[in-house]
C-alpha cells in the first residue's frame, strides 16, 4: 500500500476500503469492467458505493434532486444553528428584565442543549426505523411551534421548557444530516457537500447572535423568535417539496444490486490482467415513482429490527477509539464555539460597557476563518482523496482524509488564544481585534477538521 498504509492480515474485507479510481486504466483490474462509474471527465472514477439499477434509489436521484435536497437541509440547518446562541447578546438586558443573575438567564435559555442531547438518540432510532424524511419534517415543525412558544413566554420557566422542545427539534439538523448526506451522494462527492453543511452550521452560529442583537436593542427580544419563525417555515415547506425519503430498503432490490463479490474481487486483483466479470442476474426495473407519491410523510418501515434493539445499538460504538476522538475533537469543538457568544456577553457587557449590538458585532471575526474553510476545504477533501487513490493503485482508504485533519490545531491554538486574551487584555480595542484573530482560528479549525472527520467516519459505518 502506498502513503505508509499497512495491509490488514486478519480481514478479507475492511470497512471503508474500495475501488475508487482507474484513471487512464492504469491498473489491470479482473472484475472492475462490470462496476459502474462515474459520467463525464469523472468516468475514471468507480462508484462507491456500487448503486443498483433502481432509479428510485438516491443514489441514482438526478443532480437537481439531490442538489434541492442537499441545499434545503443546509438551509435548516442554518436556522437551527442560530437558534443555540442566538439570544447570547442579550442576557445582561434580560437578566435586568426577569430581575434575575446572568447565570440564571443563561441556564433557561442553555436547557436547549438538553434537549438536543437528550433526543439525538431517539430521532437516530427513529430514522432508522422510519425513515429521514418523517424525522426533518417533525424536526422543523418542532423548531417552529417552539420559537412562538418562546415568543409567548412569560417566564423563565416557559422559556426553559420551550428551548427544551426546540432541542428535540434542532438534534436531526445537527446529527442526522450527514448521514443523509451518505445516501445520496457517492464518496468522492461526500467531503465538499459535508463541509458545506457544517458551514452552514457555523454560520449560523456566528450570524445569528450578531443579527439578534439589532433586534433585541431596537424591539425586543421576543420579536426576534418572531422573526425567525418566518424562514422556518419556508424551511417546513421546502423540506415538504424538496427533501423526498432518502432511506432505500436494499433488501426488496437485492437482484438489481451489482455482484456483491465484484468490488472485493477487484482489490483483490488489482495488478492482474484483466479477466471474465461476473455479471449480477437481470431484473426488471421498478418503474418511477411520480413525484406526488414522493410527498408522503409516512413511508412505512426501512427497518425489521424492533425499536429497543435499534436503541441499544450505538451504544458499543462507546468502546470505539473513533466515537471518542470525534467527540473530542469535532463535538466538544462545538460546544465550546456555541458557549463563545454567552461568554462574550458576559466579558464585553461587564468589563468595557458593549450594548447588545456591539456585542453581536464581535462574532464577524469567525466569518473569516469560516469562508476560508469552506473555499479551501470542501474542493481540496474530496480532490485529494481520488489524487491519493490515483497513486494507490486505485484503491481508496478511509485513512487518506487524516492527513486533511491535522488543521485541528488551529482550533486547539484559536481556543487557547481566546482564554489568554480575555486574562490579558484591558482595552476593548486589543480586546476586539485580538479575539477576532483566535476566532478566525478557531473557525477555520473547527469546520475544516469537523466535516472531514464526520465524512470520514460516515465510511466504515456505511460499509460495515
Known amino acids: 500500500m502506498a502513503f505508509g498504509i499497512l495491509e490488514d492480515e486478519h480481514l478479507d474485507s475492511v470497512p471503508g476500503t474500495s475501488l475508487l479510481s482507474d484513471y487512464r486504466h492504469q491498473t489491470k483490474i479482473g472484475h472492475a469492467a462490470s462496476l459502474k462509474r462515474g459520467i463525464g471527465n469523472q468516468s475514471y472514477i468507480i462508484l462507491v458505493p456500487q448503486p443498483t439499477?433502481?432509479?428510485n434509489e438516491p443514489l441514482n436521484?438526478?443532480?437537481w434532486k439531490k442538489e434541492a435536497c442537499f441545499w434545503t437541509l443546509s438551509f435548516a440547518t442554518t436556522l437551527c444553528g442560530a437558534l443555540s446562541p442566538l439570544v447570547?447578546?442579550?442576557?445582561?438586558?434580560l437578566s435586568m428584565q426577569f430581575h434575575v443573575s446572568v447565570d440564571e438567564v443563561a441556564s433557561s435559555f442553555?436547557?436547549?442543549?438538553l434537549g438536543l442531547g437528550c433526543f439525538m438518540i431517539v430521532q437516530n432510532v427513529l430514522a432508522v426505523k422510519f425513515g429521514h424524511r418523517i424525522v426533518y419534517l417533525g424536526s422543523v415543525f418542532l423548531m417552529f411551534i417552539s420559537c412562538v412558544w418562546c415568543a409567548l413566554s412569560p417566564s423563565l420557566a416557559s422559556i426553559r421548557a420551550s428551548r427544551v422542545f426546540q432541542g428535540f427539534g434542532m438534534s436531526s439538523l445537527q446529527c442526522l444530516v450527514p448521514a443523509t448526506i451518505e445516501q445520496i451522494y457517492f464518496v468522492h462527492e461526500r467531503g465538499s457537500r459535508s463541509v458545506i453543511w457544517n458551514f452552514c452550521l457555523m454560520a449560523g452560529i456566528t450570524l445569528g447572535p450578531l443579527l439578534y442583537s439589532y433586534v433585541i436593542k431596537n424591539m425586543s427580544w421576543q420579536m426576534g423568535f418572531w422573526f425567525i419563525t418566518i424562514p422556518l417555515g419556508l424551511a417546513g415547506l421546502l423540506v415538504f417539496f424538496f427533501v423526498p425519503e432518502t432511506?432505500?430498503?436494499?433488501?426488496e432490490n437485492h437482484m438489481l444490486r451489482p455482484s456483491t463479490h465484484s468490488q472485493k474481487n477487484s482489490l483483490e486483483d488489482v495488478g492482474s490482467p484483466v479477466g471474465a466479470s461476473s455479471q449480477s442476474d437481470e431484473a426488471p426495473?421498478?418503474?418511477i415513482k411520480?413525484?406526488?407519491?414522493q410527498?408522503?410523510?409516512w413511508n412505512g418501515t426501512f427497518n425489521d429490527a424492533d425499536i429497543t434493539t435499534l436503541f441499544f445499538r450505538p451504544f458499543p460504538l462507546l468502546l470505539s477509539p473513533i466515537t471518542w476522538f470525534i467527540f473530542v475533537s469535532y463535538c466538544m469543538q462545538t460546544v465550546w464555539l456555541s458557549l463563545m457568544p454567552i461568554c462574550s456577553s458576559t466579558i464585553f457587557t461587564i468589563e468595557y460597557n458593549f450594548n447588545a449590538t456591539q456585542i453581536g458585532l464581535t462574532n464577524l471575526g469567525g466569518i473569516v476563518g469560516i469562508v476560508l474553510a469552506t473555499f479551501i476545504s470542501g474542493p481540496l477533501t474530496d480532490w485529494g482523496t481520488v489524487w491519493m487513490s490515483k497513486h494507490n493503485k486505485g484503491v481508496y482508504e478511509p485513512e487518506f482524509r487524516i492527513v486533511f485533519m491535522s488543521t485541528m490545531l488551529f482550533g486547539v491554538f484559536g481556543y487557547a488564544g481566546w482564554a489568554v486574551i480575555n486574562s490579558t487584555f484591558r482595552s476593548w480595542y486589543n480586546a476586539k481585534h485580538a479575539l477576532d484573530r483566535s476566532s478566525r482560528l478557531y473557525s477555520y479549525g473547527q469546520l475544516q477538521h469537523g466535516s472531514i472527520g464526520i465524512s470520514s467516519s460516515d465510511v466504515p459505518l456505511g460499509h460495515t
Open 285 to 287: 426495473c421498478p418503474p
Open 110 to 113: 442553555g436547557a436547549l442543549l
Open 88 to 93: 447570547g447578546a442579550g442576557y445582561v438586558l
Open 295 to 297: 410527498l408522503k410523510i
Open 53 to 55: 439499477d433502481d432509479p
Open 290 to 293: 411520480s413525484y406526488a407519491s
Open 61 to 63: 436521484w438526478p443532480k
Open 247 to 251: 432511506s432505500y430498503a436494499s433488501h
